[in-house]
């Protein structure tokens, strides 16, 4: 359970709320590397956090997200009658997750309502992010050539190391100008941090 007390949910909570909201919560649970946690007709109605190991969300053959430690997914599974969940995550190693079901989320909304208004800021968030993300991919732009490529050579923690600007163009295919841009594009955005030869892909 380390690292949950710094979850997005109890931003503005004192640490006596937080530790007490801890206790009731349910044993994490634990996943084998290559097996499956959510697909398209099993999920829970729950948000899950990672408290270790690595998780993707894929669709059919496309890398959507990976996921590490502190990361949270599920938020789409919410609130809502859908049936499928939108995509498949996999354990990428051995990984264990905290979930946060719907029933208990409603009780803390009513009984904290900060934690309200904080998961709503979390859902405009991703919703911000997600209109980027779709206006990128549909440009087909080098910004989008580069991202895809990092998403999916970046590393369990999602970080692609060795960003020599000459390699980087070689291995994308895209003009070192071009490269430039899109890096500065990314950057942004707030979809990658750079910091020498390192970027953090998000």
């Known amino acids: ?8 949910l109890f931003k503005g909570l004192s640490n006596e709320e937080i530790a007490m909201i801890i206790t009731v919560l349910p044993k994490p649970q634990k996943f084998i590397k290559g097996e499956e946690i959510y ?19 894929i669709d059919g053959a496309l890398l959507k997200r990976s ?13 809502g009658n859908e049936e499928s969940y939108i995509s498949k995550i996999v354990a990428k190693s051995d990984t264990e997750i905290q979930f946060i079901s719907e029933d208990i989320l409603e009780d803390l909304f009513k009984r904290y309502p900060e934690t309200a208004v904080n998961y709503i800021e979390f859902l ?11 206006n990128l991919y549909s440009q087909k732009t080098a910004s989008a050539k580069l991202y895809q490529f ?19 163009a070689a291995l994308t295919s895209i003009g070192r100008t071009s490269l430039y841009r899109a890096i500065d594009e990314l950057t942004e955005a707030g979809m990658i941090e750079k910091s020498g030869t390192t970027i953090i892909v998000k």
């Open 150 to 168: 990092l998403t999916e050579n970046a590393d369990e923690n999602n970080t692609y190391t060795g960003a020599n600007m000459s390699k980087l």
């Open 1 to 8: 359970m380390q690292g949950i007390e710094n979850l997005f």
């Open 124 to 134: 405009s968030q991703k919703v911000r992010f997600l209109n980027k993300r779709i």
């Open 67 to 79: 996921f590490v430690k502190g990361d949270v997914f599920g938020a789409a599974a919410l609130f």
């Open 39 to 57: 697909n398209h007709r099993k999920f829970n109605k729950a948000i899950g956090i990672i408290l270790s190991g690595k998780a993707e969300a």
